[in-house]
Each structure stands twice: as C-alpha cells, then as structure tokens.
C-alpha cells in the first residue's frame, strides 16, 4: 500500500529524512520509532501528502478521503465545541449517515458528555480522545498515527487498544511512537529512525 | 452540489466562530470609523470630493487588511488548514468558504462606515455602494489567497500589507473614478474585470498554496 | 564536457550582448538626427524603451517557468523563475532611473504622475519587492516554489491590469497627460538604432540570466556537497 525508495527530505538546509527504504502492504502495521527529531512526524506527513518528498519516491496507493491521520495536534478548531468539529469533517469527508456514526464515536470514546463544550476548555488527553474520533471518523483504509498514547489517562488508552485490536489486520497502519511497547505485538515491520 | 456544500459548511463555520467569539468585526467597524474621524483632520476643510471619496477608499482598504491578517488565525491554531487540505473536498472550496466569511465581515464594517461616511462628509450615491459592492469581492478573492501565502511565513502580519497593497491599487482607481466622476460605468465595468480576472486566478491557484 | 560548452555558449551571449550595445549607443548618439521637438535629449528614448520592454520579457518569462513548475512541479522552475524575476527588477529599477532622467529633461521633474511607464514600473517594483520578501520569510522547500510561481502568475496579470488602472486614473486625477513625440512614428534610422538597442538589451538580460543561473544552481550544489560530506 506504501512503497518509499531512497525517501529523503529537507527543511531549508536542515535534512531531516534521508536515505528512508519501507513497504507496507494492505493490511500491514508498520511501527515506526525513533528519539526526538529523527523525523517520524515528517514521515507521516509525507504519506498523509501534506508533505512532498524532497528526494527519492513514494508512492501511497489510497485516496485522500481512504487516509485517516492523526497529528500531534489535534487538527480541531478550538473555539468550536467536539460535535461542531465533527460535524464539519463529516461533510468534507462525505461520511454517510453522519450523525450516527459521529454519535457512536463519541460514545465509544467517552466524549458523549462532553460534546457540547469547546475544545480549548477540554483538557490534553480529552482533546486527544477527540483527534482520535475525527481520524477515524470516515472509516479509512490506511490510518497514519503519530504518537497516539501521548497524553491520554489509563483509561484512554484501554479503549484506544480495543480499537486498534478490532481494526488491526483489516485497515493499514503506520504508527510512530517513541514508547513501542503497548503496540509492538500489533506490528508486521518495525522501521527504526537516527 | 457537494462542492456549493463544502463551500457553504466551511463559510457557516467562519460565522459561527466570529458570532462567538466577536474578534474581528468590532475591530473593524471601530478602526473605519475611527480612521474617518482621524480623516477629517488631516483633510483641509476646503477638501474636494474627489479628495474626500479617496480617502473612504484607504479606510475601506485598511479595514480590509485589519480583517484579511485574521483570515486564517483560526486555521493556524492546531495545524486545522492541514486537517482541511486533507479532507478528500475540493482544496479550492476553503478558499472560497473563506472569501464569503470575509465578504461577510467588510459588508458588516461598511454598513456601518457608509452611513457614517455620508454623516461626516457627503451624501453616498448608488455609484459608491455598486463600487463598494464590486470592491469587496476583489478583495476579499486577492486578500484571502495572499492571506493563505502570509500565514506560512515568519512575519505574516507584515508581508501580508506588502503583498496585498501593491496588487490592490487598481481597485482604488476603479472605486475612486465610480464614486467621484460624472461616468461611473467605465469604472464599475473596470472593477467587473479586475473581479473577474483574480477570482479566477486566485480559485485556480488556492491548491497550490496549500499543498506541497 | 557540457559544462564548458555552456560557458562558452556564456561567453557569445555576453560578447554579443557588449557589441550590440556598443553599436547601439554609437547609432544612438553619433547618426540618429535630433528628434523634432525634443531635440539632442530624446535620445534616451533609445536606451528607456529597450529596457522597460526587457523588464516585461524578464517577467513573462519568470511567470512562463512559474507555469512550467506548477505544471510539472520539477523543483529546477523555481530557481529560473526566481532569477528571471531577479533580472526584471533589476531592469526594472533601470526604467525607473532612465525614465526619471527623462522626465527630468523633458519637463522639468524627476517625478511625473502623468507618464504611464513611470507609474507602472512602480506599481511592478513594488509587487515585485515584495516577492522577495516572500521568498525570504517562507522556509526554502516545494511549499514556497509553489507560492513563488502563484506570486508570479498574479504579476503577469497585473501587468494589464495596471496599465488600464493608470490610463482610467489619468483621465480622473491628472488632466494632463505627458506623452513624448517620437514613439508613434519612427523614421528608418531611428527604427534601426531602436531595435539594434532592444537587441543588445535583450542580449545582456539573457547573459545575466544564465550567468546567475549557473551561480545559483553551483550554490546549490556546492550545499548538496556539504551536507553530504557531514
């Protein structure tokens, strides 16, 4: 489903990724790793397309609409409430019967209580919670996580374990993360980065 | 259909954030009434109407600019542009969603800045507000694309002025010969073309802006 | 091998660009007569129109690759878009120079609203200025390749569009309008003194591209290098 061949790309004159070689197939979970700065965020933008490759190929076989990414920010309007924001991808994406599926959602993710408030007064792993919903939102194919565990309670990741167990195997995944262990079971290829 | 869609949920939403959290209007209206004000005393008292009529041109202009620097604040907050150029919508409906909640704000700032204009200076005639009307359309489709330049830049509340003004002077021109001549069609057929030629542009050319 | 060929591809443009100018400036100033009403200083005419049309080939041709990159988005348009711009501003700051000096002479100002030329380069420098700034307040990368060519596109539109700005806004604020005496109805002499003139501008404008051109792309590998070396 992603294919990268001498991957390279720079900011300025500061190379951040240089030299990157993976393949993904459909239905593949690909673990990315690496400290600080090694160019795992870059590299989810560059297969999300927000990025372009400054050297070398790659070559993502889904539609814009089949991506489902997740950033390090929450990609949400702040001053509108957790429903709004939903409501608006919702369209964008062309998700069909939208209420309902953004009403499970919200469900599933213990937001439901919450939907009402404004983003900027939910706290960061509620916020979170939040940035999963809308990834997932249109069902994609191919899920781009960057660091998905970051700031979420114990509870929170419990359910983000759940749905990653029921989606794993089904839908392709590339997932950076600096603390491998709560999914390196789930993984098919590990992909290190200096 | 769905793209009027897009466009119409991405524009409500604009609204929507400016209703509840009244940033930019107020700001605005006050600034072109202020500057008004400011203008009578810097105009000698004997000032011509064509004198007069350019200077409620720069105060409309500036308040377009006072609005266009907060186009995309919302958008930068949270990396949400990105979160848009993903959606698998037209890239070229976030532009236009954008042009209409901007239109949206200059018409709300000139409600008020005409009336107050034809109050401190001269009456307003039919010429003035089809010029306006033509006005605004031109800058809120330029200023919207150079916003969206501006906001990937390190100093963006100054590059966007330097951008923009350059390419909006023929406005002034077109909006100064409809309000202050005995022949305003020319002038309104003028500021028809400069409407038509940089929407065009700038519709075509959003994608490229936003995306890599 | 390539290389020095293009070097001395380099090397004919720039020697034909310093005999045409040679030629022209001596057809300007030693066999052209004295223009009718202007006398000895209409002679500028020669120099101020070539350089102001060599301005508008050097921004036609950046916005041409500004199409070419947003078309084919290969990263090499960005760098000849960017010095074809560098080119026309400087030529353009030139058509403001010499058009001051005659406007100086003709009537007296240094400065005349009504002369179209002048108005127009300026509206240009200053859109042009700002490109610069642009390009230097976004991080180097496809993202500003891409704002750069827009940028430049919206430039070739403006160009028109300005022009008819400036002659609806003569007929508005300024009544009178300054025209020179010569540029409807050129005799032989003057015909051929003109475009051996235009023909050396053009000439010298093209070896300042490719000699910037080659520049800026050693720069840039020279960078590659470096970074290749650590």
Redesign the interface.
Known sequence: MITARRLGRDFGLKRVLRDVDFEVPHGGFLLVTGPNGSGKSTLLSLCAGLLAPTAGELAVEADRGEIGYLAHEPLVYRELTALENLDLYGRLYRVPERRERIGMLLERFGLWEARRERVASLSRGTAQRLALCRALLHDPRLLLLDEPYSGLDHAGARLLDDELDSLVGERTFVVATHAPQRVEALATAALSLA | MTYLGDVFALARKDLLLELRSRDTVPAMLLFVVSTLVVFHFALPSEASATAETGLLWVALLFTALLGLVRAFVAEREERVLDGLVLAPCDRSAIWLGKVIGVVAFLVAAEVVALPAYALFFRPVGWELVAAVALADLGLAAVGTLLAAMAAAGRARELLLPVLFLPLVIPIVVGGVGASATDDPGRYLAFLGLYDAVFAILSWASFEYVVTE | MSTSLRNNEHVVLAAAAGCLLLAGTSLAFYWVPNAPVEGFRQRIFYFHVPIALTAYACFGWAAWKALRL?WT?E?RYDLESYTAVHMGVIFGILTLVTGSIWARTSWGHWWVWGSRQLVLFL?LF??Y??YF??RY???????RA??S???T??GV??IP??F???R??E???HPVVFTHDVQNRLTGSQLLTFLVCLAGMLALAGSLYANELTGKRLDARL?ELR?ALQ
């Open positions: 947003l988005r990263r509206v200053l859109f200025a700002a700034m642009l307040s976004v991080e180097p990368g496809p993202r891409n704002m060519a827009v940028y596109l919206f539109a403006l569009i300005s008819l700005a400036i609806l806004a007929d508005l604020v960078r970074e």
